[in-house]
């Protein structure tokens, strides 16, 4: 009688769980169906008008050239040449966001904090002020100054952090207050040059701190690409010990993980995959820290799942803001920084009010 | 599976927080370590499995040292139950749980692993709050959850730090009651902290009292539990009475401190 209870009670929990591992799966897969989807939309929006169909040809034609598909040359230049590299920069960087984000906050145990909460975006933005305001950089030369230095400076701001909380012990509040100091101080000295720049370049300045989308080629593309997917995928295979570092350090010990080791490596790919992004985009904000949180509502925080799922998130989050910012007023454009926080901000602060007993309980 | 301590001792920067500690657990023994505030309790617990690296001295597993083990076999012989749990995101009590198989599975958890987690659930009886948030637990329900995370490791040694400290009576017997029963059947060793003398006596095969970083006594309850050692340890004076199966203590009021050498 017992053992019939006991069995009758297995099988529930065999079906329970069963359940919840299909929709671990089934919302990645739906996602990713919207997101081509949205992406197919996306392209045939904007200032210059051509029709859905038109972008479903010119990507036939080009990706599957014996089925004899023609499109017309103005959709295919303004298809591969103009919005792809645009749209697809846009789900990579989101992706490449959501998935540090998620990182970051699992190495902090903290839903608050984000790669920007150790330097990196006030570390690049410094970076890319000193070039375009002094013109010099740690890379000397032409196109790549901005980026060089933005890269650098963004890296060079997160090992500082790391280093100052060395002294410590790198546990999370150390970092977190270790990266806040850097990050005034780098805001500062970006103020500075600011003040220092003429008209032109302080409008340069300016721009690039916005963040923007606008100047993707498939060149930048492929190397944010290229360092997306050699990070994400060693995440992802952290994806346990994140889990385990969530319930503390000491626990994440004594189920035989070496918290700070991991901490660091996650911290390093992480800062490695913002700084590709942001040195390329400028500062857009908000999509590391929203898309994990939305995620986890979804799918629940067990980091196997969280990172992939949120990566898909983040790209959806970040091409949505930047049609909306490319299109709604087009030809004129909202930079993609400005509309993420438009949608990141009431968001999170939505999150924040309804979710509050959940994460701080 | 038997763990002997060896002349430990831990220093916090100067200060000693354990000095010269020398005691064995056997196997399928419980072992209580009890004593004031400050003690030390909890840093021995947390020697144990090397969650802090002891200054000097040794721990042992059956005859091996530890500081020589891998720490994914340590984490197949030692499960630890912290005092305080925060989970900083949202959890089931399912994936919480699960967390305990870390030391045996890969990136993904095959179904013989889920199977002694379902088992698991039941026996602790949590199984009809497994998709639950582990935060909105109650305090014994999250206990029970722990110990559940803790005894899936299928360890050798359990080390509880203070696994009744926020629960109210029934749930301090039950938690104790379920611990029990699941280390008989397994015969696993267990350390943990306590503070309540009581549960101590009732619960435990031996105490060891501790007082200012050194062990000042241990044995079996009958042995220990006397006015005297209460006086010693904690200064205070107390009734003990041996009515029951267990010596029960009724504590009257604070004394001047005695000095450590009186109890030898």
């Known amino acids: ?183 005034y101080l780098f805001s500062a000295s970006t103020s500075m040059l600011q003040y220092l720049a003429s008209e032109q370049q302080l409008q340069g300045v300016v721009f690039w701190l916005f963040g923007s989308l606008a100047s993707a080629t498939w060149q930048s593309l492929a190397v944010v690409s290229l360092v997306f997917l050699l990070c994400c995928p060693l995440i992802v295979k952290y ?53 994990p949180h939305i995620t986890r509502m979804v799918i629940g925080s067990d980091h196997r799942f969280l990172i992939p799922f949120a990566a898909i998130v983040g790209a959806l989050l970040l091409l949505a803001a930047d049609t909306a910012g490319r299109t709604l007023f087009a030809p004129a454009e909202l930079p993609v920084g400005i509309v993420t926080a438009y949608i990141g901000v009431p968001m999170f602060l939505y999150l924040l009010i309804t979710r509050r007993r959940q994460y701080f309980q | 599976m038997s763990i002997q301590v060896d002349n430990l001792h831990f220093n916090y920067g100067k200060t000693t927080v354990l000095g010269d500690i020398t005691l064995q657990v056997t196997d399928g023994e419980i072992v209580s370590l009890v004593g004031p505030n400050g003690a030390g309790k909890s840093t021995l617990l947390k020697c144990m499995n090397r969650i802090l690296k002891p200054s000097r001295g040794t721990v042992r597993v059956d005859g091996q040292d530890i500081r020589a083990m891998e720490m994914k076999r340590m984490a197949r012989l030692f499960g630890y139950v912290p005092q305080t749990t925060i989970s900083a995101f949202p959890a089931t009590v399912f994936d919480t749980v699960l967390l305990g198989r870390r030391p045996y599975v890969g990136w993904t958890v095959g179904d013989e692993h889920r199977e002694i987690v379902y088992d698991m659930l039941i026996k602790m009886d949590l199984d009809h709050l497994a998709l639950r948030q582990f935060n909105a637990l109650s305090g014994g329900e999250q206990q029970r959850a722990l110990i559940a995370r803790a005894l899936v490791q299928e360890p050798r040694v359990l080390l509880l730090d203070e696994p009744t400290s926020n629960l ?85 009021r604070v004394v001047k401190e005695t000095p450590l050498q009186m109890v030898k």
């Open chain 1, 1 to 183: 009688m017992l053992d019939m209870q006991t069995q009758a009670k297995t099988d529930a929990l065999r079906k329970a769980d069963a359940r919840e591992r299909r929709k671990k799966i089934l919302f990645p897969v739906f996602g990713l169906v919207l997101l081509s989807f949205f992406a197919v939309l996306a392209a045939s929006w904007g200032a210059a008008s051509i029709t859905t169909m038109d972008v479903v040809r010119s990507v036939l034609a080009k990706l599957f050239p014996f089925t004899g598909i023609k499109a017309t040359p103005l959709a295919d230049t303004i298809v591969w040449n103009l919005r792809l590299p645009r749209i697809a920069m846009a789900s990579v960087a989101g992706a490449g966001f959501a998935v540090s984000g998620a990182a970051m906050q699992g190495i902090m145990r903290n839903p608050l904090v984000s790669p920007f909460t150790i330097g990196i975006s006030s570390g690049a933005g410094f970076g890319a002020s000193l070039a375009i305001v002094l013109g010099v950089g740690v890379f000397s030369g032409g196109q790549y100054l901005i980026i060089g230095n933005a890269f650098f400076f963004a890296l060079l701001a997160a090992g500082l952090v790391y280093g100052v909380a060395r002294f410590r012990g790198v546990t999370p509040e150390t970092l977190i207050l270790g990266g806040i100091a850097l990050m």
């Open chain 1, 239 to 291: 994806a346990w010990d994140l889990n385990a570092l969530a319930t503390g350090d000491e626990v994440a010990l004594s189920l035989g993980i070496n918290a700070a080791r991991v901490r660091l490596v996650a911290m390093i790919l992480a800062s490695l995959i913002t700084a590709t992004i942001i040195c390329f985009t400028g500062i857009i904000g908000f999509v590391c820290l929203v898309a």
């Open chain 2, 168 to 252: 109210d009576l029934k749930h301090q017997l039950e938690v104790l009651d379920h611990v029990v029963d699941i280390v008989k059947q397994k015969g696993v060793s267990v350390l943990m902290a306590i503070h309540d003398l009581n549960l101590a006596a009732q619960y435990s095969d031996r105490l060891v009292f501790l007082k200012k970083s050194r062990i000042v006594m241990s044995g079996t309850p009958a042995e220990t539990l006397l006015p005297r050692t209460i006086r010693t340890v904690y200064d205070v004076d107390a009734i003990v009475n041996h009515d029951a199966d267990h010596p029960h203590i009724v504590p009257r």
